[in-house]
C-alpha cells in the first residue's frame, strides 16, 4: 500500500527529495509552500531584479512536470504539525495526513534587534516576497545602504547598481569576508568592490536605523556617522527556520536536530537542508550546511531512506562558488583563513586572477584550492583531493587538467604554477 509522504518547503532540498522519491517508489507525494507556486532558483533572485531572467526561466521544470509526476503542490502555509496525530495544519484550517514528513523550511534573514529594523524600506533577502517587496522599497531612492559582508549583501549591492543607485556597503570586519577567505583573497574583492564604484565601509557597524515618519531616513554607524537613504538591506547571515519545528515538539537547537539519516527525535519526522543540524560526528566540520549543493545532496540522501533504503549521508569534499560582480570563485576541500601548522599556502597572483594551492608539509598531498577569477573543472579538483595527489602533480597539470576557463583566456598564472 503506498504512503503518503508529506514535504514542507519547495526549495532545492524538498524538490530533489521529492524528484528522487518519485524515482524509487509510487508513494504519493505532496509539497507545501506558501511561497510560490512552483520550485524555482533561488540563487536567481538578483538576476530577475536586474532584469536578466524572468520568473518563468528560474523554473528548472516545466509546470506541467509535477502533474506528469504525480507530485501534488499545496500552496499554503504550514502552521503547526500534530505528531501524535501524524497531520500537518496549514492556515486556513486544513489538515494533510503523513506517513512520512520532511521538514525541508530553509532558513530566514538575521536581525539583531537594531533600533528601526522594522521600519518601511528596511529588509533582507530570501525569498519571492523579498524581492517583490524590495521591487516596492527601491522606487525612486536616492541611496540604499547594505548591512553585512556575506554573499547576499554583495549580491544586493550588485542589484542596485545596476539600477544606477547609490549604494553604502557596511561591513564590520577589517576586510570584506576575512572570516571565510585568506588575506589575499579578501583583499581582491575588496577592490572589485570598490573599482565597482560602491563606497564600502570597512570596521563599520550598523548602530540603528532612522525614520520618524515611520519610513526610512537615515542609519547611524558606530562611527558616530549619519548616512541619509530611503532603504536599508539587512544581509548579516541567515539562520535555520525552526519555527514550525519549535512549536510542534520536535527537538531543535540552532536548527532543527537530527542524525546521520536526517531522522529527528520524533518517529517519522526528517529534516533536512538548511534548516538541519547535525548531531552525529563523521558528516564533516559543519553542523549546519547552508549551500545550495549540500542542499540538493541532503534531499537526494533522505529520499533513499525515506524510500526504505536506509542511508547515511557523508558530505565528501567540500565545494562552494560565487561570483562578486564579475569575478568568479571557486574553492575546493580544506582552505582557512589562516593555514594551520601543518598546512603549506602556495598563492599566484596575475592582475585579477588569483589560484590557491594548499597541500600538507610533511605529505605534499593537495588539501585545498581556490579561484578567483578563474574557472577549474570540478570533478578534477575533487579527484586529486580524494585520492590524495600530490602538490607537485596538481601544480603541473591545472593548466592541462583542471583549466575551464573560456576560449583564449591567458594561460599564464598556470604556467607560473607549473614552474614552482
Excluded at 151 to 163: D, K, V, Y
Excluded at 177 to 198: C, F, R, V
Amino acid at each position: 500500500m503506498a504512503r503518503h509522504i508529506v514535504i514542507i518547503g519547495n526549495g532545492i532540498t524538498g524538490i530533489t527529495a521529492a524528484r528522487f522519491i518519485r524515482k524509487l517508489s509510487s508513494d504519493r507525494i505532496t509539497v507545501v509552500s506558501s511561497e510560490t507556486d512552483h520550485f524555482y532558483a533561488r540563487t536567481a533572485l538578483m538576476y530577475i531584479y536586474m532584469g536578466h531572467m524572468r520568473y518563468r526561466e528560474t523554473k528548472p521544470y516545466e509546470d506541467y512536470f509535477w502533474s506528469r509526476n504525480k507530485i501534488e503542490l499545496v500552496r499554503g502555509y504550514a502552521s503547526q504539525i500534530d505528531t501524535e496525530a501524524k497531520a500537518v495544519r496549514i492556515a486556513d484550517g486544513n489538515d494533510i495526513a503523513y506517513d512520512a514528513l520532511l521538514l525541508a523550511t530553509g532558513s530566514q534573514s538575521n536581525k539583531f534587534g537594531w533600533p528601526g529594523q522594522d521600519l518601511r524600506g528596511v529588509q533582507g533577502l530570501y525569498g519571492m516576497q523579498d524581492l517583490a517587496l524590495m521591487e516596492r522599497n527601491t522606487q525612486g531612492i536616492t541611496r540604499g545602504v547594505i548591512v553585512g559582508g556575506g554573499l547576499i549583501g554583495i549580491e544586493m549591492a550588485e542589484m542596485l547598481h545596476t539600477r544606477h543607485i547609490p549604494v553604502t556597503f557596511l561591513v564590520r570586519e577589517k576586510s570584506y569576508m576575512e572570516y571565510l577567505l585568506p588575506k589575499e583573497e579578501s583583499a581582491q574583492i575588496n577592490q572589485e568592490i570598490l573599482d565597482h564604484g560602491i563606497d564600502l565601509r570597512l570596521e563599520t557597524e550598523l548602530k540603528s536605523i532612522l525614520g520618524p515618519e515611520g519610513s526610512v531616513e537615515a542609519v547611524e554607524t558606530n562611527q558616530d556617522e549619519r548616512i541619509r537613504c530611503e532603504f536599508v538591506g539587512l544581509t548579516a547571515g541567515v539562520h535555520p527556520n525552526i519555527d514550525l519545528a519549535k512549536t510542534s515538539g520536535i527537538q531543535t537547537n540552532k536548527g532543527i536536530v537530527v542524525n546521520e539519516f536526517f531522522e529527528t527525535n520524533v518517529p517519522n519526522v526528517y529534516a533536512a537542508g538548511d534548516c538541519a543540524e547535525f548531531n552525529a560526528d563523521g558528516i564533516g566540520g559543519r553542523r549546519i550546511e547552508q549551500l545550495w549543493y549540500t542542499g540538493r545532496a541532503h534531499g537526494k540522501t533522505v529520499a533513499h531512506t525515506l524510500c526504505g533504503q536506509r542511508t547515511p549521508y557523508r558530505r565528501g569534499i567540500f565545494f562552494n562558488s560565487a561570483k562578486f560582480f564579475t569575478m568568479e570563485y571557486q574553492t575546493y576541500g580544506d582552505v582557512l583563513p589562516q593555514p594551520e601548522a601543518h598546512v603549506q599556502s602556495q598563492v599566484f597572483q596575475r592582475g585579477r586572477k588569483l589560484l590557491r594551492v594548499n597541500s600538507d608539509r610533511e605529505s605534499g598531498r593537495v588539501l585545498g584550492l581556490n579561484a578567483l577569477g578563474l574557472r577549474l573543472r570540478q570533478d578534477q579538483c575533487e579527484a586529486w583531493i580524494r585520492s590524495g595527489a600530490s602538490v607537485q602533480e596538481v601544480l603541473k597539470s591545472l593548466g592541462k587538467k583542471a583549466r575551464f576557463d573560456a576560449e583564449f583566456y591567458s594561460n599564464a598564472i598556470y604556467r607560473e604554477a607549473a614552474q614552482a
